[in-house]
């Protein structure tokens, strides 16, 4: 086997090959028929032949589909890790969930409930600490509101989350004015 060959077989290209089929698979599910995904110029998945809204989101375990005929949605799944403690200074302004600040749980729904929104406005230049702002947070409902200040896409939106084993899912709806 030469060098291109062995690239070929990657297991990077395996993986993306294996995410793609499984979203096919499962965009069938949903629709009955096969469908083709496009994506726009910010990475955005579109379907073909359907006016309404889809959001992907994968790990290595998880891939999650979120589809809205009337809404603009988004969805984030992630796995809750000691990492999110460190990295909370990159996605959290510093007056955002004071209390949450040293549980890992708490943290990866709010990392995950900005992502579900970044996803949901489809723009990727937006940043979580300036543009992105936490608001009523309630972990016995869990749900949130988080509120864009992004000059393109102002507004809030409602995120509800799901705990599945060591993962958070979370997914983002736009309010309608």
Known sequence: MNLREARQFSPVKEKRFVEKKSLKNLIYH??????EINHNQY?????????????VSHNTQWLVVLYSENHAVGVDIEEVQ?????LQGKFLSENEMP??????LALTVAWCAK???LKCIGFRSISFQKHLHIKNFD???????????????????????????NHIIAYAIQQQD
């Open 82 to 86: 000691d990492r999110i403690l460190r």
């Open 30 to 35: 949903i629709f009955g028929t096969h469908t």
């Open 139 to 165: 972990f016995v409902k869990k749900e949130l509101l988080v509120q864009s200040t992004w000059s393109e896409c102002k507004g809030m939106f409602d995120v509800r989350w799901i705990e599945e084993g």
């Open 43 to 55: 990475g955005k998945p579109l379907l073909v032949g359907h006016s309404g809204n889809i959001s």
């Open 115 to 117: 992502e579900s929104v």
């Open 99 to 104: 209390d949450y600040r040293s549980d890992k």
